[in-house]
């Protein structure tokens, strides 16, 4: 059976992307990047802190790891909570212990819900990324644009009351975007996001706002991906994103720096049975000539 060949035609189709945000380009032809202390590879390790009410909702989509069962569905709310009682703090002890900084994306919620960890991240110095107000907060293209900038606003917004900066950067829940999404995240004043997956280098966009920095965080990477949908082991996951750091390592000696985002959940690499393969990992990457750990914004170069 053969397309309809309207079914190629609509209004954004062009090279690249299908949109005119920016233009193409190849990786390996871009002027080389040199990242502070002349670092080849850049690790940004990106913690999602969220809060899942007991109720999910399913306009536009449910949320990727949301309740699933007839309320109250306390298995699965209970498990997610464990991440924010602790999982989190024993990935601020293997943050400290090789003294890395890291993104973390925060709902509104938690900044309301649990302040204690607002103010624990920041004297801790790592930064605070915008993540939605909860996770029900998702976005796709079909909500109301004014539904749209509420979340974007109020999430930073309430993480800004919360720590006394507004967060320059954002995460959307399963890196979904609306077509607007680009553009109301410049004019609420964001200078980088974390949605689109489609390099391993920041590049820039404009919109009919101003521009904006995408940080590439690599969905196939994360603890979730390998984790829980895969089925990995823990020191599965640990091998990959040595192996993974072991190829852009060599990349960047021929092609100037590279990027390798570590995308983690505190409830799932948080438990006891796992917690000890991520320290095994930072401690390794630590080690690593060459190698610094970022945050999204300083790679990004917002912060």
């Given at each position: ?264 959940t505190p409830y799932i690499m948080g438990l006891p049975y796992r917690i000890g393969a991520l320290e095994t990992l930072l401690q390794g990457l630590a080690g690593r000539e060459g190698l610094s750990f970022l945050t999204t914004g300083d790679i990004a170069g917002c912060i």
């Open positions: 059976m053969s397309l309809d060949p309207a079914y190629l035609a609509y209004p954004h189709r062009a090279e690249g992307m299908d949109h005119d945000l920016y233009h193409w380009s190849n990786l390996f032809d871009r002027p080389p990047i040199v990242w502070p202390g002349e670092a080849k590879l850049a690790v940004s390790v990106v913690i999602s802190l969220e809060w899942f009410p007991i109720t999910a909702s399913d306009k536009p989509f449910r949320a990727p790891g949301h309740m699933q069962t007839a309320y109250p569905d306390y298995r699965h709310y209970t498990s997610r909570e464990y991440g924010t009682r602790i999982g989190f703090y024993r990935m601020l002890d293997a943050l400290a212990a090789v003294g890395a900084k890291a993104s973390v994306a925060v709902n509104g919620a938690i900044a309301e819900r649990y302040p204690a960890l607002l103010r624990d991240i920041v004297a801790a110095g790592h930064e605070i990324v915008a993540h939605a107000t909860d996770m029900n907060a998702t976005i796709a293209t079909g909500i109301a644009e004014e539904e749209e900038r509420a979340i974007i606003r109020s999430s930073l917004d309430m993480l800004e009351k919360a720590t006394g900066r507004r967060p320059a950067g954002w995460l959307s829940i399963a890196r979904s975007q609306s077509w607007n999404t680009p553009r109301l995240l410049v004019e609420e004043g964001v200078c980088y996001m974390l949605d689109w997956v489609n390099d391993e280098l920041p590049y820039r966009m404009t919109t009919v706002a101003g521009g904006i920095v995408n940080v590439p965080l690599n969905h196939e990477l994360s603890d979730r991906q390998i984790i829980t949908t895969q089925q990995h082991s823990a020191d599965s996951y640990r091998v990959q994103i040595e192996d993974a750091a072991d190829w852009l390592m060599t990349e960047a000696v021929g092609y100037g720096g590279r990027m390798l985002p570590l995308h983690l």
